[in-house]
């Protein structure tokens, strides 16, 4: 069965930092690509990051608001993947998702199959 699930959020201050864990299973983690989206309320699903990797390649891929604040990258080992959030902003505020089994687009949320449950990040100003 596949399963993904997200830890990590958490209620933190505008600057500060936090890091989200997307833990998935083997089978989950044999995709190639996996991303992270957020949605904030009244708000569509947008996407945040994405890594894939073919062999020892590995590339990662950033939405503009969120490149040079946020980090992702995966421990084969424990198949998870992390967002790290630094500078956090007050519009970062959402709740959090990690997908897998990427069918075209990386930054599509419709091109993914598998979804966890999510985890809410709130930045207080």
């Known amino acids: 069965q596949v399963q993904l699930t997200e830890t990590g959020g958490g209620l933190v201050q505008a600057g500060g930092s936090l890091r989200l864990s997307c833990a998935a299973s083997?089978?989950?983690?044999?995709?190639?690509?996996m991303a992270w989206f957020r949605q904030a309320p009244g708000k569509e699903r947008e996407f945040v990051a994405a890594?894939?990797?073919?062999?020892?390649?590995?590339?990662?891929y950033y939405a503009d608001s969120v490149k040079d604040r946020f980090t992702i990258f995966r421990d084969n080992v424990k198949n998870t993947v992390y967002l790290q959030m630094n500078s956090l902003e007050p519009e970062d505020t959402a709740v959090y998702y990690c997908?897998?089994?990427?069918?075209?687009?990386?930054?599509?949320?419709?091109?993914?199959?598998?979804w966890g449950q999510g985890t809410q990040v709130t930045v207080s100003s």
């Open positions: 890594i894939s990797w073919s062999g020892v390649v590995v590339d990662t």
């Open positions: 083997a089978r989950t983690f044999s995709s190639n690509t």
């Open positions: 997908a897998s089994n990427n069918r075209g687009r990386r930054w599509a949320a419709e091109d993914y199959v598998y």
